[in-house]
């Protein structure tokens, strides 16, 4: 499961749970089960099921921010 730790993800407008209206978000921790995310403007911590946010990143409502253009940003 450690496939996702530290991934940055954009959100995109149909990112429901972007309570925060943040643009990005960053998985601190992931288990068999769950997801726990940070949110770029927030100071919260979000925890998601784990089908729940493969469920978002399959819609396309997050958007994996690969290596190259975090180094470019």
Not at 4 to 30: A, H, V
Request: hydrophobic content about 35%; proline content about 3%; charged content about 25%.
């Amino acid at each position: 499961m450690n496939l996702y730790n530290n991934m940055e993800f954009e959100m995109t407008s149909s990112f429901i749970p972007n309570i925060s209206k943040s643009d990005k978000l960053k998985i601190l921790e992931i288990t068999s089960d769950k997801v726990v995310i940070k949110m770029e403007n927030s100071i919260c911590r979000g925890v998601f099921p784990l089908d729940s946010f493969q469920y978002w990143i399959k819609k396309g409502a997050l958007i994996q921010i690969d290596d190259h253009e975090q180094k470019t940003s």
